[in-house]
């Protein structure tokens, strides 16, 4: 059966993927999105193919669209791509579908560091990492890296609104 061949297949990646997809094709819709991830891992971690967990990833995603497992998966091959601008949605994905304030803060810190290191754009990071420090206003490393990019940018009035959402939440 392919159970037993998939138990056999486990030193094959190959093998065990193309049994995974043959299990597809009769799977319900919430077991398609976990064989989806499972294939998606395989190509990321065993094969180091990107870009088929990249497609796995997004046909799980499709089925199970808030799903933070496979869009944490997905905004890792993202990341290594370089992809910003899907990291982006992926990120704002998980931030919409987030309640704890103190995840989504971290989401959003996530998004503001991608803006000042890999796109160059500290305006718009420093306007996300405001929006992180709403989230969760006592969180220093958030404090910290909104202050050193107001710093740099000599922008005194925005560390005045900083200190103050600061001190109003004491």
């Not at 297949?9 to 049994?19: D, H």
Request: hydrophobic share 40%.
């Amino acid at each position: 059966t392919l159970e037993l061949l998939m138990a056999q297949s486990s030193g094959e990646p190959e093998l065990l993927i193309q049994c995974k997809r043959a299990l597809l094709l009769d799977a319900e819709e919430a077991e398609k999105a976990t064989l989806l991830v499972e294939i998606g891992d395989l190509y990321a971690i065993e094969l180091r193919s990107q870009g088929e967990a990249r497609d796995a990833y997004d046909d799980a995603l499709l089925l199970r669209p808030d799903d933070h497992l496979i869009l944490h998966r997905r905004l890792e091959v993202a990341a290594e791509e370089s992809d910003w601008e899907r990291s982006f949605e992926l990120l704002d994905q998980l931030v919409v579908t987030e309640k704890d304030p103190v995840v989504r803060g971290r989401y959003r810190s996530a998004k503001a560091r991608i803006y000042a290191e890999e796109i160059g754009d500290a305006r718009t990071a420093t306007t996300i990492w405001f929006e992180a420090l709403d989230d969760n206003p006592k969180d220093m490393q958030v404090i910290g890296e909104l202050s050193d990019q107001l710093r740099a940018r000599e922008d005194w009035s925005g560390l005045i609104s900083m200190m103050s959402r600061r001190l109003s939440t004491m």
